[in-house]
């Protein structure tokens, strides 16, 4: 069995310069060794700062500083944050309301004891999609299928993934079944290349379902270990695109009833609560095993995590925070929270 897990800090190899040495790393049941020390390794040490640089995290760190007073205008003031930064009017409320009852106990001696409170719930609320991807030993390959809308980085994803993959000893074969987009099959052959992977792709235009359905039988003759799938991206309001991603599935279940062993729905950070109706229809059309929330640094809200695991439950197996091999990182709903909300900033509750 091969997972995607994170190291945690206190059992991480240290590095030279300090920092969060964490990654996301393919292992066999024990931790893998620490890389080397590389412009990756710099670039994952501040991941972290990449989330604090969100929108939610600092609008939430700009209203708990110079610890204001508890009453109904800060839960108010909260309240609208969470909901600017895409938490949902739902998720905000159920934080809110805790806190509204547990002020009115009188249980917080002062408001950085509240953000203390707050970043436990938020913890706890992600704690459902906490699930690292699982690779089994069977069946082989195993079949990824990478879906998303236009421009949310499902190629880049999958470059990414491939890099990690062949990393830890896992032989990868890409398919190019993005066929609408020129640029996509040419941008997923200089992944394969970067990677020393195989990549299938037909001319422009082909039909999506036949390239997978060729990259699957050409990776099962190879012994390929893993089949990361590319697809068009869609608007998740096209029907007829959408039924082509039903059509793949049918089509790979001709080789092997059980694929695609893993849908991974890419979304960009920025969509906002449009990102639940992608996840909606997507999640209807061929129903999802995992989501990757990208572009999660710099101007992303941050929020919308928050959105989706409470409305569909659906494992949170990646968030990227950046362009950088290390940027694509296993998720990890404490570290996370801690990204938006530092436990030194808080006091324990």
């Known amino acids: 069995m091969f997972k995607f897990w994170k190291k945690k800090p206190e059992t991480a190899a240290p590095m030279p310069t300090g920092g969060d040495p964490a990654h996301p790393a393919l292992a066999a049941g024990h931790p893998a060794a620490a890389p080397a020390t590389s412009t990756g390794d710099i670039e994952a040490r501040n991941w972290r700062d990449r989330l604090r640089s969100s929108a939610l995290g600092r609008s939430v760190s700009a209203l708990f500083s110079g610890n204001p007073k508890l009453d109904e205008a800060l839960l108010e003031q909260l309240e609208t944050t969470l909901i600017a930064a895409d938490v949902g009017v739902a ?137 990361l799938a590319d697809t068009a991206g869609r608007l998740h309001t096209q029907a007829g695109l959408m039924d082509e991603l039903a059509k793949i599935k049918r089509v790979l279940g001709k ?61 949170i197996r990646f968030i990227g925070v950046g362009e950088g091999i290390f940027d694509l990182r296993s998720f990890d709903a404490e570290e996370f929270v801690d990204g938006l909300l530092p436990a030194d900033l808080v006091a324990e509750d």
Request: net charge positive; hydrophobic share 45%.
């Open 255 to 315: 080789i092997d009833a059980g694929a695609p062993h893993e849908t991974l729905l890419v979304i960009d950070g920025n969509t906002g609560q449009n990102a639940i109706s992608q996840a909606r229809l997507f999640h209807k059309a061929v129903g999802l095993t995992g989501l990757v929330i990208t572009k999660l640094d710099g101007s992303a809200k941050g929020g919308v995590v928050f959105a989706l695991a409470r409305e569909f439950k659906v494992p």
């Open 91 to 227: 998720a905000s409320s159920d934080l809110i309301d805790d806190l509204r009852k547990r002020m009115q106990a009188r249980e917080f001696a002062n408001a950085t004891a509240m953000l203390g409170h707050l970043r436990a719930r938020m913890i706890a609320q992600l704690r459902v999609v906490e699930q690292a991807l699982e690779i089994p030993e069977q069946p082989r390959p195993f079949v990824m299928l990478v879906i998303g809308v236009n421009g949310v980085g499902k190629t880049t994803t999958i470059g990414k993934l491939a890099k990690w993959m062949k990393r830890e000893g896992l032989s990868v074969t890409l398919a190019a079944g993005d066929t609408f987009r020129a640029a996509a099959v040419e941008q997923l052959q200089t992944w394969g290349e970067r990677n020393d992977v195989q990549v299938i792709a037909q001319t422009g235009g082909a039909d999506s379902a036949s390239v997978i359905f060729d990259a699957l039988q050409a990776a099962k003759a190879r012994g390929a270990d893993v089949l």
